[in-house]
């Protein structure tokens, strides 16, 4: 298993950047997938962001495209989510997630491991 832990969240403006991270530790492992996901209040949670750890190959949300980007640095076990142009809709608690699956999975149901989530608030 391995244990995620996310860092970053926070209050800020519409218009705003905010950069994610999240580092894994435990049974780490080049096959996982990490994902991005993120969840607002009443509404079920949603992928975000995708990126695989072997080859840092990624894939997004529609909704996040152009404006949020994911990436890796695998001395550091750590994947961030840098997140610009921030809109109100953008607020919800962002989770880190890792699967084994090796194919670009949405699917939260494939996602074994989640970390403890970080509150995002983007004001108007």
């Known amino acids: 298993q391995v244990q995620l832990v996310e860092s970053g969240g926070g209050l800020v403006q519409a218009g705003a950047s905010l950069r994610l991270s999240c580092t894994a530790s435990?049974?780490?492992?080049?096959?996982?997938?990490m994902g991005w996901f993120r969840q607002a209040p009443g509404k079920e949670r949603e992928f975000v962001a995708g990126?695989?750890?072997?080859?840092?190959?990624?894939y997004s949300a529609d909704s996040v495209k152009g404006r949020f980007s994911i990436s890796r640095d695998n001395a550091k076990k750590t994947v961030y989510l840098q997140m610009n142009s921030l809109k109100p809709e953008d607020t919800a608690v962002y989770y880190c997630?890792?699967?084994?699956?090796?194919?670009?999975?949405?699917?939260?149901?494939?996602?074994?491991?989640w970390g403890q989530g970080t509150q995002v608030t983007v004001s108007s």
């Open positions: 997630a890792a699967t084994t699956y090796s194919g670009f999975t949405k699917d939260r149901a494939a996602f074994g491991s």
């Open positions: 435990g049974r780490t492992s080049n096959n996982y997938v």
């Open positions: 990126i695989r750890w072997r080859d840092g190959a990624t």
